[in-house]
T-cell receptor, first 113, second 115 residues
Framework: KAGVTQTPRYLIKTRGQQVTLSCSPI?????VSWYQQTPGQGLQFLFE???????NKGNFPGRFSGRQFSNSRSEMNVSTLELGDSALYLC????????????FGPGTRLLVL | AQSVTQLDSQVPVFEEAPVELRCNYS??????LFWYVQYPNQGLQLLLK??????LVKGINGFEAEFNKSQTSFHLRKPSVHISDTAEYFC?????????????FGKGTKLSVKP
């Protein structure tokens, strides 16, 4: 069974631009969660989607948004990029939710210049 | 407010020695607790989790953790570590019930196993 895939793997953007990251979960998984990892702030939870609905949410500004499609694939969008948005963005999938065993993708490394 | 504190940022230990990575959480409501591991240049992996029931939780790779409600702790232990256990370990808590939950991570503990 294929694992969680994230595209693109690396991305360079400039301040003020917007970016969309994609995550394809393991087949059959309905929950997709997104995380931001930086050296300064560590690991932070962004949000979780389950069956196309946002079910849980972290403490990020509204510039960070997401959605999930009927095939469980998820996208995360960051508008008006700031330098501090440079990070590794991780996606994880599970069958029923965060409380279940999550499987993480390799991440998308975003650099904002 | 919900928070997770990992008391040691780095833990050096010799191979085959026991290890304990400490984690304290604070929350005014019920929580789920997790330990994740991130091996060098690899993604995150769930080690173990506490949802309810027995306070001693066993995970992968010989790790276990004990939920202590009175001390609000969830320390991770392994009786004998291997070189391959060298990694960064993250403790996390998630509230449940009521409004939308938030998964909070600790700052991480880097475990360095030396031969």
């Amino acid at each position: 069974k294929a694992g969680v895939t994230q595209t693109p793997r690396y991305l360079i953007k400039t301040r003020g631009q917007q970016v969309t990251l994609s995550c394809s979960p393991i087949s059959g998984h309905r929950s997709v969660s997104w995380y931001q990892q930086t050296p300064g702030q560590g690991l932070q939870f962004l949000f979780e989607y389950f069956s196309e609905t946002q079910r849980n949410k972290g403490n990020f500004p509204g510039r960070f948004s997401g959605r999930q499609f009927s095939n469980s694939r998820s996208e995360m969008n960051v508008s008006t990029l700031e330098l501090g948005d440079s990070a590794l963005y991780l996606c994880a999938s599970s069958s029923e939710g965060i409380q279940e065993t999550q499987y993480f993708g390799p991440g998308t490394r975003l650099l904002v210049l | 407010a919900q928070s997770v504190t990992q008391l040691d940022s780095q833990v050096p230990v010799f191979e085959e020695a026991p290890v304990e990575l400490r984690c304290n959480y604070s929350s005014s409501v019920s929580v789920y607790l997790f330990w994740y591991v991130q091996y060098p240049n690899q993604g995150l992996q769930l080690l173990l989790k506490y949802l309810s029931g027995s306070t001693l939780v066993k995970g992968i790779n010989g790790f276990e953790a004990e939920f202590n409600k009175s001390q609000t702790s969830f320390h991770l232990r392994k009786p004998s570590v291997h070189i391959s256990d060298t990694a960064e370990y993250f403790c996390a808590s998630m509230t449940y019930g009521g409004s939308q939950g938030n998964l909070i991570f600790g700052k991480g503990t880097k475990l360095s196993v030396k031969p």
